[in-house]
């Protein structure tokens, strides 16, 4: 668990960061969302102190985080930055076992756990671990920036706009990874975005920031559905128009408890209904599961229809 | 004109001397350079975080970098004294400034996002600085390296000039002996060094770093490692160094003094050094034992060297007494007894005007003086003991007078363009150019007789090394000095075979 406790950051009489109090729960995939300049990455810097708040606590599991070792925290949390971020001087191998190396883990524990790793990503490890990052594209880079930061097992990874200077193709695949691998995993992940949709397909639970303070925290459905001010009822209304998550769909009240005898593709509450749709047709099943609630086609077109009368309603 | 030829030959008969130049002008770059890296890219590293002082810092390098590599050195004699060592401090102190300056910027010039991920994922400072902050600064320090290197081998041409040896030795020769192709000799060789250095360099920076150390390492173990084999296996013996002034004459002699001690002598061994430096050089080395004997000049003693309260006899053995006395008072200095030739001033005319107008003394040559024109050296044209002495000893008075570059002097004399000029007594162009030394018949010129000069307690402790040295008191006419120095100077051949051959014609040797 991470808690934030009257975090401020004062920059020359300017606050970046203004009384926060914030909670991560173990194993969620905590979404930081917010403009440029809203301190949502001071936020995230101050977790493992590249950033040293001007007041106010940061505790990881109780334990306050100015007071223990910088390097051994540093150590045991994963760090994803905006670009792969990789050594240029090291091959992909050397540079996914940075951590592993200051860890000390033995040679071949080392090469089996990246090696695993670049298969969940999706990079062949034998195709990749000797070459040099020159010659990855961004989207494997970021891959192995990935890695790198899962390679130790941390209990807790942060991501600072991993994949905001990718293209939309490798930004989608690479977000789906980040789903994958947190549905496999016992990590707790802080993602730092400035795209709502991005924030909305990958979060257990948003924290939406704006100049320094904290607006509002809640499921993507909740902050949709319920949005605390005019600031993130406007940030979030494109997406409240043009796109539908299954979250959305759950908290209507649509779908039906799951029984054992149900089967189907499993889907997150942060896709969208367009991926439902996709799911249904590329299974032939004509229900999917997402959490313990299982949707059919026909509460697909009920929603969609719904949806109808609340354009209405606008009007 | 040096032709291809006489460079080619001039490389086949001096190949050992060359090798051995060479060979100490690349230990002089060398451990100057190691020197260096080891101060500079500490320095810098240690001052990434201090961002303040490292710009101070290099200011700092920067104002070095401006001052004269020769004022470096004059500066340093005082301090460090002659010979390798203040070269080599000199050298460090020019290129500290590429190394470090290139390093400093290429460490602080780090992708900041870099910096940030190696931080986040909690390296060590160790692993941050040889896996991350090194590698990544490395083309710049390795193009710092380089640059230091050349300079440093096109600097330490002027090692030579202080006796560090070094290829400077041939420029400095040829510049001394008017042998060009002694010059081009040693000039080409540094250049060709320098680019090689050059080339090396840029093909290292290709290997990656962990090998470089390896490499670097087996190649120091096998440096050090030849070394103390090599110490081991050459027989104790004792050293003796021997230091001769700049020119040619200097050099005859010390290589006379060589062969006169190493002869049927296992237990010594002499080290050469010609070209050493001005008398105040050499004279400084002998007081702080960096050389143990170099020939001086009676005149030089007295007029430069000791404190004299009598004024500067003319009658030579009671100078050469005045001065043997003076050193051993004022410095604890043995003068051993000195040659027979004089290298003193001089006025010279030539062979044809003497014969035409009977002219031996100076005396001779005042008596139709008013027809004459002379040109001399600009020192001897303004001292009192020059032209104004002359005019007022000798009542001199020729029809016009005017200075002249003392290289250029003789030959304006045999082009007929002047009729008089001064020169010294053992001068080679003397007999070059067909000229003739009247004699100074009212001794009105300080008498200058070589002998060997050292420390008395190098005297006392080696009354062997003073008893072979004797064997040339009052031995070397004028005539036979000023061949010898014609052979040197003018023929280009080799100062150790003339002083040689003198030695064994004249039964020195066997």
């Known amino acids: 668990m991470i808690e934030l406790n009257n975090l401020s950051k004062e920059y020359d009489g300017q606050y970046a960061l203004d009384n926060m109090n914030l909670t991560v729960n173990d194993g969620e995939l905590f979404v930081l969302v917010g403009p440029s300049g809203s301190g949502k990455t001071t936020i995230l810097k101050s977790i493992n102190r590249l950033i040293i708040p001007s007041s106010g606590t940061v505790k990881i599991d109780g334990e306050d985080v100015s007071k223990v070792d910088l390097q051994q925290l540093r150590r045991r949390i994963g760090y994803v930055l905006q670009t792969g971020a990789l050594f240029p001087n090291m091959t992909i191998a050397e540079n996914a076992s940075v951590q592993l190396d200051n860890l000390g883990w033995p040679a071949d524990k080392k090469q089996a756990r990246i090696a695993e790793l670049m298969n969940q990503v999706g990079l062949d490890p034998d195709h990749f671990l000797s070459r040099m990052p020159s010659e990855l594209s961004g989207g494997e880079s970021q891959r192995v920036g990935i890695v790198r930061a899962l390679a130790s097992k941390p209990r807790l990874v942060l991501m600072d706009e991993p994949f905001s200077a990718l293209d939309p193709v490798s930004r989608r695949q690479l977000q789906q990874i980040v789903i994958d691998l947190h549905q496999n995993m016992d990590t707790t992940i802080v993602f730092v975005t400035h795209d709502m ?24 459905e909740q902050i949709l559905t319920e949005p605390a001010n005019a600031f993130v009822s406007n940030f979030f209304a494109d997406e409240q128009q043009t796109n539908q998550l299954l979250g959305q769909v759950l908290a209507s009240g649509f779908g039906r408890h799951i029984t054992d005898a149900d089967t189907g593709p499993k889907l997150v509450k942060g896709q ?25 086609d026909h509460d697909l077109i009920d929603y969609v229809a719904s949806l109808e009368t609340e354009g209405d309603d606008h009007q | 004109m040096t032709t291809i030829n006489s460079l080619i030959s001039y490389i086949q008969k001096n190949s050992h001397d060359l090798l051995q130049a060479l060979w100490q002008h690349i230990s002089i770059s060398l451990i100057a350079m190691v020197i260096t890296i080891l101060i500079a890219i500490p320095l810098a590293i240690a001052l990434i975080n201090h961002r303040r002082l490292g710009e101070l810092f290099l200011q700092i390098t920067g104002i070095i970098q401006t001052i004269p590599s020769l004022a ?42 870099l910096l940030e991920a190696a931080d986040a994922l909690g ?100 440096g050090f490692g030849g070394a103390g084999v090599h110490a081991l296996l050459t027989p104790k013996t004792e050293n003796v160094t021997i230091a001769g002034k700049l020119g040619g004459e200097p050099e005859i002699l010390i290589n006379m003094y060589k062969d006169l001690i190493e002869q049927d002598n296992s237990k010594v061994k002499v080290t050469l050094k010609p070209n050493f430096g001005g008398t105040s050089f050499l004279f400084k080395g002998l007081q702080s034992d960096k050389i143990d004997i170099y020939p001086e000049f009676t005149g030089t003693v007295l007029q430069s060297l000791v404190k004299t309260k009598t004024g500067i006899s003319r009658n030579p053995k009671v100078a050469y007494k005045d001065a043997k006395t003076l050193l051993r008072r004022q410095f604890k200095m043995t003068y051993l007894k000195p040659m ?60 016009s007078a005017r ?35 009247l004699k100074d ?39 036979d000095m000023q061949n010898m120095n014609y052979q040197v100077t003018v023929k280009h051949r080799k100062a150790s075979v003339i002083a040689r051959n003198y030695l064994k014609a004249h039964h020195y040797l066997k």
């Open chain 2, 403 to 437: 200075t002249m570059e003392p290289s250029l002097r003789y030959e304006a004399l045999a082009n007929g363009r002047v009729n008089v000029t001064d020169g010294y007594t053992t001068d080679p162009q003397i007999k070059e150019y067909h000229l003739v030394a």
């Open chain 2, 123 to 222: 390296v060590t400072p160790r692993f941050k600085l040889f896996r991350v902050e090194l590698p990544l600064a490395m083309p710049m320090i390795l193009s710092g390296i380089r640059i230091a290197t050349v300079l440093v081998i096109g600097t330490a041409t002027l090692a030579a000039l202080i006796g560090g040896g070094g290829l400077g030795t041939f420029i400095l020769l040829g510049i001394q002996t008017n042998n060009n192709t002694a010059l081009l000799v040693g000039a080409i060789l540094s250049a060709i060094l320098a680019l090689l250095a050059n080339w090396l360099i840029e093909l290292l920076s290709k290997v990656p770093l962990k090998r470089l150390g390896i490499g670097v390492l087996v190649l120091a173990v096998l």
């Open chain 2, 441 to 479: 018949n009212k001794s009105f010129f300080a008498i200058y007789q070589g002998a060997p000069l050292m420390k008395t307690s190098f005297a006392k402790a080696h009354p062997d090394v003073v008893k072979r040295l004797d064997k040339l008191s009052d031995k070397i006419s004028n005539a």
């Open chain 1, 272 to 296: 969208s209904i367009f991926e439902w749709a996709t799911a249904l047709k590329k299974s032939q099943t004509d229900q999917i599961i997402v959490d313990d609630t299982v949707l059919t």
């Open chain 2, 340 to 399: 027979a030739y004089q290298n003193n001033y001089a006025v010279v005319v030539r062979r044809s005007t003497a014969n035409q107008y009977h002219l031996r003394t100076i005396s001779d040559l005042t008596k139709v003086s008013s027809r004459f024109a002379g040109a001399f050296d600009p020192d001897f044209y303004q001292e009192s003991n020059g032209y104004p002495g002359l005019q007022k000893t000798y009542g001199l008075r020729l029809k």
């Open chain 1, 197 to 220: 949709q991005e924030a909305l397909r990958l979060a257990d639970r948003v924290a939406v920031i704006y100049e320094g303070k904290l607006q509002q925290v809640g499921t993507p």
């Open chain 2, 72 to 113: 470096v050195l004059g500066i340093l004699i005082p301090i460090v004294g002659i010979g390798t060592v203040p070269a080599i401090i000199a050298l460090v102190l020019y290129a500290i400034m590429p190394v470090f300056q290139n390093t400093y910027a290429g460490l602080t010039h780090i992708d900041p996002v």
